[in-house]
T-cell receptor, first 112, second 115 residues
């Protein structure tokens, strides 16, 4: 069983729509959850992280965490063509180590 | 405020050779991790350095080794290169926030091609 699972996509949304990206994880003790954006040929860029159940908003981005369901999501409001990228979900459990476990990423295309 | 820097950006090596990649962490960060990212995959954890010691290691062979210097910069060494070592090598620097979570940022990466 993979530590972190994401739908590989591709996910296509029209410009201005809400894009919803999902991630599930297997380690129930995971404490921190991260979303990275990676443009083709570039390195991952940290968008935001969350460690409490509920929603966390940062500009057009909202991370949602449900530890009981072992589920974390990222909503992108008013999607722009510049949001077209691969979105990586990562989790960390400080009790078992310092490494981040990454999913394989979801490819998002925003259609103008 | 300088972010994470890595060198070189691209590298081409032959099977059996050895390679050294370098990383300088973000200002104020004391922890450096190295990841390998194959095409179409998420980053895979190689190891992490803190206070010049390897603190944790992922599932990578001993051909992969590293070092952290007193200024927190780090090197990744790979010996006896295999074709399968071709990947994007990412350095990440991080800071523990209030004992709750790490804030981790990646450098631009080094693209290694083994022929």
């Amino acid at each position: 069983q993979k530590e972190v699972e994401q739908n590989s996509g591709p996910l296509s949304v029209p410009e201005g729509a809400i894009a919803s990206l999902n991630c599930t994880y297997s380690d129930r003790g995971s404490q921190s959850f991260f979303w990275y954006r990676q443009y083709s040929g570039k390195s991952p860029e940290l968008i935001m992280f969350i460690y409490s159940n509920g929603d966390k908003e940062d500009g057009r981005f909202t991370a949602q965490l449900n530890k009981a369901s072992q589920y974390v999501s990222l909503l992108i409001r008013d999607s722009q063509p510049s949001d077209s990228a691969t979105y990586l979900c990562a989790v960390n459990n400080l009790n078992t180590g310092n490494q981040f476990y990454f999913g394989t990423g979801t490819s998002l295309t925003v259609i103008p | 405020d300088a972010g994470v820097t890595q060198s070189p950006t691209h590298l081409i090596k032959t099977r059996g050779q050895q390679v050294t990649l370098r990383c300088s962490p973000k200002s104020g960060h004391d922890t450096v991790s190295w990841y390998q990212q194959a095409l179409g995959q998420g980053p895979q954890f190689i190891f992490q350095y803190y206070e010049e010691e390897e603190r944790q290691r992922g599932n990578f062979p001993d051909r992969f080794s590293g070092h952290q210097f007193p200024n927190y910069s780090s090197e990744l060494n790979v010996n006896a290169l295999l074709l399968g070592d071709s990947a994007l090598y990412l350095c990440a620097s991080s800071l523990l926030l209030g004992g709750l979570t790490y804030e981790q940022y990646f450098g631009p990466g080094t693209r290694l091609t083994v022929t």
